[in-house]
């Protein structure tokens, strides 16, 4: 069965930086599983994934701009540590749940000075090309509960 709009789709991947870096994969664990067609994987993906047949391995780099696009210079801010009430030792790289420009996100500390404290809302991916070697495990039809709850149910999707 070809990848279309509503068909429940199984993949393996490996996705890497354009250093080779393996940064996120799903070999050795159970594949991802997603609803084609309604925006549960980034877009570029999605696209390259459309029309393609189970059995299929290929390899695709997804610009930045169909990923999680380009870093945004004003999601970064510098802030007071009393904005971190409760947390006496903030450090380089913690993330913590806030409001930022689209709603509720989450921003990394990127530096610390005194009393200042640097924190990045962009995604940690934005601004990086993305390199997926992709295996597609399985397609079928979505059956239409998941079509209505979009999302697929069972091995490797949603639980309710």
């Given at each position: ?15 890497t ?5 393996v ?6 664990n ?12 980034i ?5 390259a994934?459309?029309g393609?047949n189970?059995g ?6 997804i610009?930045?701009?169909?990923a ?6 004003d999601?970064?801010?510098v ?11 903030i ?14 996100g ?15 809302g962009?995604?940690?991916?934005a601004?990086?090309?993305?390199n ?11 059956t ?17």
């Amino acid at each position: 069965m070809q990848i279309s709009s509503n068909t429940a789709v199984s993949i393996h991947y490996t996705l890497t930086n354009d250093a080779g870096e393996v940064i996120d994969s799903s070999i050795g664990n159970e594949p991802l599983s997603y609803l084609h067609d309604t925006g549960g994987i980034i877009s570029g993906l999605e696209r390259a994934l459309h029309g393609r047949n189970e059995g299929d391995k290929f390899s695709v780099r997804i610009p930045p701009a169909d990923a999680y696009g380009e870093i945004a210079d004003d999601r970064v801010q510098v802030v007071s540590r009393e904005m971190f009430d409760g947390i006496d030792n903030i450090e380089v790289g913690m993330q913590f749940h806030a409001d930022v420009s689209e709603g509720p996100g989450i921003v990394t500390v990127v530096a610390v000075d005194g009393d200042n404290v640097t924190i990045n809302g962009n995604h940690p991916l934005a601004g990086m090309p993305l390199n997926f070697d992709i295996e597609v495990v399985e397609v079928r039809p979505a059956t239409a509960e998941e079509i209505d709850h979009g999302h697929i149910h069972g091995a490797g999707g949603h639980h309710h």
